[in-house]
């Protein structure tokens, strides 16, 4: 059973730093990794798609790096800022299904 | 980009009472519409996958009868508690897939049960 950890659960920062969230998983096999932003009581935002095949994606400030083989992924956040204050999750797609598995998140407070 | 809504953004509602949650792909033909829950600081768990015309499949341990779904065409998908009680209180949130790899996911509903 594909098992999802995000470390740190918590991270609070002072604006301008750049940061690093890391997702695990215990099953190399998947489709692709995707990142998500949840505010409080909001639905989820995707950030970033990463499939098996590649090795980082870039939106903007943001950039996603897969390793499959160790079963990993970081998201690394620039130039934090307040706005980006919120709950990162990541999930991975186990296969032709189409089913996420989501690790629990991370909460980000970016401090002015 | 694709939008998911749900309706209503969050309902309160007395013990044994049932409560139905809609899910809608506005501007795509969604041919998967998938069902999470979602307890405080905690992941979000797949309940179940709806296929356009097709049954819903639950996820292990997940009741069918308590929580009915209907994906009666390609941008509505339903969601009915029954009988709920206290401990189905939750955030409830949709996703709908365009075909495509990525899913797209609702606002949510904050379900409060009395």
């Known amino acids: 059973k594909q098992e999802v950890t995000q470390i740190p659960a918590a991270l609070s920062v002072p604006e301008g730093e750049n940061l690093v969230l890391n997702c695990s998983f215990t099953d190399s096999a998947i489709y692709n990794l995707q990142w998500f932003r949840q505010d409080p009581g909001k639905g989820l935002t995707s950030l970033l798609l990463i499939q098996s095949s590649q090795r980082e994606q870039t939106s903007g400030r943001l950039n996603a790096s897969l390793d499959k083989s160790s079963g990993r992924s970081t998201l690394y956040i620039a130039a934090s800022q307040p706005g980006d204050s919120a709950t990162y999750l990541c999930a991975v797609r186990r296969g032709s299904n189409y089913k996420l598995t989501f690790g629990k998140g991370t909460l980000l407070t970016v401090n002015p | 980009g694709a939008v998911v809504s749900q309706h209503p953004s969050w309902v309160i509602c007395k013990s044994g009472t049932s409560v139905k949650i809609e899910c809608r792909s506005l501007d795509f033909q969604a041919t998967t519409m998938f069902w999470y829950r979602q307890f405080p600081k905690q992941s979000l768990m797949l309940m179940a996958t709806?296929?356009?015309?097709?049954?819903?499949?639950?996820e292990q341990g997940v009741e069918k009868d308590k929580f009915l779904i209907n994906h009666a065409s390609l941008t509505l998908s339903t969601l009915t508690v029954t009988s709920a009680h206290p401990e189905d209180s939750s955030f409830y949130i949709c996703s709908a897939r365009d075909g495509r790899d990525e899913q797209f996911f609702g606002p949510g509903t904050r379900l409060t049960v009395l």
């Open positions: 709806s296929n356009e015309g097709s049954k819903a499949t639950y």
